[in-house]
């Protein structure tokens, strides 16, 4: 008996279609090739995490051996993030129309063997805006409870094209990805599963 989804989660699966998960795809690698995949370790103890990640927009979410932060630049590079795709920015002027425009678009890239634990997303100046979160390539067991660590949980499987937006008492659900399922898509030539969330992370004016 699986818990309910927390108020404020809208599941939109397959909202993406093939061709249009392709062409974002397509504008990934461009984006990667600037913005090289990095992988961040835990604050503290240096832990490397198992996903790697990169970002696009204005500003980037970065963690090192002193914090998680946003910053407007490539940690390794030095570099700014490249541009969000309009294909991004439309996908949040359609999804959230009243939120202020997104500033950060993280890209977790998960190889067949990579997790990401139970977590907050608390970095944010602002909760007011929903994040949205875009899954390209193979499925990942998605487990998402509520606002401590231990309130019951529910899992189901993310698979590519699937679009997920956390808002309102969502927004601070605890969640993570419990694994991967290698071998599901044939979008990505190499395999792996992408994540993109964008996000508001300032106040807006
Ligand atoms: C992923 N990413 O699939 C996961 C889940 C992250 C992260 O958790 O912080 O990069 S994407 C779905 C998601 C994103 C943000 C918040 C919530 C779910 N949520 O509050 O449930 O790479
Ligand atoms: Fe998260």
């Given at each position: 008996p699986q818990a309910p989804l927390p108020e404020g989660v809208r599941f939109l699966p397959g909202h993406l279609d093939l061709s249009a998960q392709a062409d974002l795809a397509e504008q990934l690698r461009a984006i990667v090739a600037e913005a090289p995949l990095f992988r961040p370790v835990m604050p503290k103890t240096g832990k490397p995490f198992s996903v790697r990640m990169s970002n696009c927009g204005p500003l980037g979410w970065v963690s090192d051996i002193r914090g998680y932060r946003y910053q407007?630049?490539?940690?390794?590079?030095g570099k700014p993030w490249p541009p969000l795709p309009d294909v991004l920015k439309d996908l949040w002027r359609e999804l959230a129309?009243?939120?202020?425009?997104?500033?950060a678009c993280l890209i977790n890239f998960y190889d067949g063997t990579a997790r990401m634990g139970l977590h907050q997303?608390?970095?944010?100046?602002?909760?007011e805006a929903p994040v949205l979160s875009v899954s390209l390539g193979d499925s990942a067991l998605f487990r998402i409870g509520g606002l401590t660590r231990k309130d019951p949980a529910r899992s189901f499987r993310l698979n590519s094209g699937d679009v997920l937006l956390l808002e309102?008492?969502?927004?601070?659900a605890f969640h993570g990805i419990g694994r991967i399922y290698p071998g599901?898509?044939?979008?990505?030539k190499n395999g792996g599963r992408i994540n993109l969330t964008l996000r508001r992370v300032t106040k807006p004016a």
């Open positions: 407007p630049l490539h940690p390794v590079t129309p009243d939120a202020p425009e997104p500033e997303d608390r970095d944010e100046e602002t909760f309102g008492p969502s927004r601070l599901t898509s044939t979008l990505l």
